[in-house]
Structure formats: structure tokens, C-alpha cells
């Protein structure tokens, strides 16, 4: 009996130092982008592989990331591609398991421009935010002073509260709104 093929989505995997994302949609690995790395939609999960090389050598970090509002089959498939990454990986990576809003120091750390909570997810139908849509209304909350996270919220007045920051982006108007104490 032949071994089992990896996903496709694996290929490439841990071959260089770097960071490697990917998001389960519909029971399978799809690879994020760089330029869509450090955002998370809260009903999706991801896998996280960071990689570092020395020569021959590698070290890697392996996280699995599962968002609020995620589905236990999306979840359950997040686990079972963690350890499939590892099989593939000849069982070297620290498995680490992420739930959105606790995540650990080291994964925020790969992060540096923050991390961004989107609305929806893959089985919402809600896939991704086009970037210039100048029709796009959404409310973000800011947290956080050494790692910060920007959580999209109801555009509604009960979203607001004292303390926190939020930036109202209406397209073509970006506003942002603090409240020190």
C-alpha cells in the first residue's frame, strides 16, 4: 500500500525561513497570501508555520488557529492538517493549539503589523474584503498596546465604548475616534 499524498497545499512547506498560512475551506488547505497574512475571519480556522533555517538545519513552530465562530468540522479538519503538516515535516515542529483573542506571545509575535478579527468566514460565503472597495462601511475596534488587534464590530452606536479606539472606515472616509480617560 502506498504511503498517503500529502495535501497540495503542503508542497513547499517549511523549505524556507519565513511564515506560511494557510485557511481550511470546505475540508481542504488553501495557502493566505503574505499581503493577507495576520488576518483572521472569526468563523474560519488556519494552520501557521513558521520556519527557521540554519544551513541544513530547520526549526519550526506549527499553530493551528480556530476563531470564534468556527465549525467543529472546520476545527476537527484544522487539528487532523496539523498533523498531517507534522507527519510531513518528519514530526519536528512544537505544535501549538491558537483560539482567537488568547492568542499565545510567540504567535502574535509573527505578526507585526497586528492581527486583524474579520467578519464571517469561508462557510458564511463571506471570503475576503476587497481592499479599495469604496462602497466597503465597517467599524473596527482597536485593542492592544504591544500587540494590537483590530476586530470588526457592527457599525452601530452600542459597538462604542469608553476607553477603547475604533476606526469607522466608509470607503473613500476612514475616521478613528479615542476615548482617553
Not at 465562530?69 to 515542529?93: M, R
Not at 504567535?107 to 462602497?135: C, E, M, P, Q, R
Request: include cysteine; charged fraction near 20%; glycine fraction near 10%.
Amino acid at each position: 500500500m502506498a504511503p498517503e499524498r500529502p495535501p497540495p497545499a503542503f508542497e513547499g512547506a517549511g523549505q524556507e525561513s519565513g511564515l506560511q498560512v494557510w485557511r481550511v475551506e470546505r475540508l481542504e488547505l488553501v495557502q493566505v497570501p503574505p499581503s493577507r497574512h495576520g488576518d483572521f475571519f472569526v468563523g474560519d480556522a488556519y494552520l501557521v508555520l513558521h520556519t527557521v533555517r540554519r544551513g541544513a538545519n530547520a526549526a519550526y513552530r506549527l499553530h493551528y488557529w480556530l476563531g470564534k465562530e468556527c465549525t467543529q468540522d472546520e476545527s476537527t479538519a484544522a487539528a487532523i492538517f496539523t498533523v498531517q503538516l507534522d507527519d510531513y515535516l518528519g514530526g519536528k515542529p512544537v505544535q501549538s493549539r491558537e483560539i482567537q483573542g488568547y492568542e499565545s506571545n510567540e504567535f502574535v509575535s509573527y505578526f507585526k503589523g497586528g492581527i486583524k478579527y474579520k467578519a464571517g468566514g469561508v462557510a458564511s460565503g463571506f471570503n475576503h474584503v476587497v481592499t479599495n472597495d469604496l462602497s466597503a462601511q465597517r467599524l473596527l475596534h482597536i485593542k492592544g498596546r504591544r500587540v494590537v488587534r483590530a476586530t470588526e464590530v457592527p457599525l452601530s452606536w452600542a459597538s462604542f465604548n469608553k476607553g477603547d479606539c475604533f476606526i469607522i472606515d466608509l470607503g473613500n472616509v476612514s475616521l478613528s475616534q479615542s476615548n482617553m480617560h
